[in-house]
């Protein structure tokens, strides 16, 4: 079951799903909090309160009412989209959860008139990339940042 988050009480349990997933990710890339602070293995309880005062539709996946799964979305245009920081613990990982969140994801877009969804990447997370494209997105370009220690891969899905 998906629910969209309602209360900045539960931001906390947000946050401990986006540290608990992405810590596999710091430990993959060997990124940390000196070298990569915007990553968003390390969001703070103060960016999630901004995203969710801007009123961005924040949403939890629950599995046998446990909260297992999170992930936000952002609208960039009329059109446009951007799904962000879609985190699944690691022990619920490869049930379906992800893909779950991902089609949820899509019915919200085209709830509000959306017709495109992006997403950001670790571009040299292979594994990641191949998951994405197999739920059909396509990859469209990268970008460096100099803040980051990896490219970013940005990724389409045309709904």
């Known amino acids: 079951m998906i629910k969209q988050v309602e209360s900045k009480e539960q931001l906390n349990i947000c946050l401990d799903i986006i540290r608990r997933s992405f810590a596999t990710v710091t430990d993959e890339f060997d990124l940390t909090e000196n070298n990569c602070p ?4 390390f969001m703070t309880v103060d960016r999630l309160e901004k ?25 960039r245009n009329d059109s446009e989209w951007e799904l962000n920081n879609l985190a699944v613990l690691p022990q619920y990982r490869h ?15 085209k ?3 959306g017709n495109k969804i992006t997403i950001g990447i670790i571009e040299e ?14 990859h469209i370009s990268t970008r460096k940042f100099e803040h980051l220690l990896f490219t970013v891969g940005l990724m389409l899905l045309n709904l």
């Open 38 to 41: 915007s990553h968003t293995a």
């Open 51 to 75: 995203q969710f005062d801007e009123s961005k539709p924040m949403c939890l996946f629950y599995r046998d009412e446990y909260p297992v799964g999170y992930f936000s979305l952002a609208k």
């Open 95 to 109: 049930s379906g959860t992800g893909k779950a969140m991902v089609n949820f994801a899509i019915s919200t877009v």
């Open 125 to 138: 997370n292979t594994k990641l990339k191949e998951w994405y494209l197999s739920l059909g997105f396509r």
């Open 111 to 113: 709830s509000f008139g």
